[in-house]
Nanobody, 118 residues
Framework: QVQLVESGGGLVQPGGSLRLSCAASRTIFNSYAMGWYRQPPGKERELVAAFSRGGNTAYAGSVKGRFTISRDNAKNMVYLQMNSLKPEDTAVYFC????????????WGQGTQVTVSS
């Protein structure tokens, strides 16, 4: 079954903002470390922002100060607020749930396209 579903992508001009949302199942949300990855065209998938299981946050250097990851525990949702968007932010953005044990699989959303262009 689908465990993660992203939404909120779209076309935005440079300097604009978008807010991505990731809806997770309750069991996944409560036990897995949630984060966001992105994959630009023709490039490898890279970490953008993530929570550790202890609640700390980490950001890629290219987005720190512009992007903010947050969560709503009551709604089993994780968000990525993206401000001051640049053309190089163009990518498919994926929600990720990292398993608490190596014996369990990680989960990925289907991805949502973010295009930053004038």
């Amino acid at each position: 079954q689908v465990q993660l579903v992203e939404s909120g992508g779209g076309l935005v001009q440079p300097g604009g903002s978008l807010r991505l949302s990731c809806a997770a199942s309750r069991t996944i949300f409560n036990s897995y470390a949630m984060g966001w990855y992105r994959q630009p065209p023709g490039k490898e998938r890279e970490l953008v922002a993530a929570f550790s299981r202890g609640g700390n946050t980490a950001y890629a250097g290219s987005v720190k100060g512009r992007f903010t990851i947050s969560r709503d525990n009551a709604k089993n949702m994780v968000y990525l607020q993206m401000n001051s968007l640049k053309p190089e932010d163009t990518a498919v953005y994926f929600c990720n749930a990292k398993a608490p044990f190596t014996s369990l699989p990680d989960y990925w959303g289907q991805g949502t396209q973010v295009t930053v262009s004038s």
